[in-house]
Nanobody, 124 residues
Framework: VQLQASGGGLVQAGDSLRLSCVVS????????TGWFRQAPGKEREFVGT???????FYADSLKGRFTISRDITKNTVYLQMNSLKPEDTAVYYC???????????????????WGQGTLVTVSS
């Protein structure tokens, strides 16, 4: 399974941006697909995930601004980011897992498939 993330770029504070992640699986069904980010000099952190059962979960600090969706016909997962702030600047990674357990959906090492990352820069 390969993941290809895209959509990053340079935006201003308050702008919106949508990231895409194409998953080269036969179908997205059965996969938990998540987003993580890593800012310069910081550890990779959980952004949110769509559990294979259908529910979505987000980091508490991002609730209300970030939304994960998917188009199963395109095998694509999206991360809609609104009201962006300079502190959202990071490389954003998509990840997928067919065997992750529910209690570990926020742990990056629990995902076995990763995209290459796309850089989001938010200027003030």
């Amino acid at each position: 399974v390969q993941l290809q993330a895209s959509g990053g770029g340079l935006v201003q504070a308050g702008d919106s941006l949508r990231l895409s992640c194409v998953v080269s699986a036969r179908t997205l069904s059965g996969y938990t697909t998540g987003w993580f980010r890593q800012a310069p000099g910081k550890e990779r952190e959980f952004v949110g995930t769509r559990w294979r059962g259908g529910n979505t979960f987000y980091a508490d600090s991002l609730k209300g601004r970030f939304t994960i969706s998917r188009d199963i016909t395109k095998n694509t997962v999206y991360l809609q980011m609104n009201s962006l702030k300079p502190e959202d600047t990071a490389v954003y990674y998509c990840a997928a897992s067919s065997r992750i357990i529910y209690s570990q959906i926020g742990i990056s090492s629990s995902y076995e498939h990763w995209g290459q990352g796309t850089l989001v820069t938010v200027s003030s």
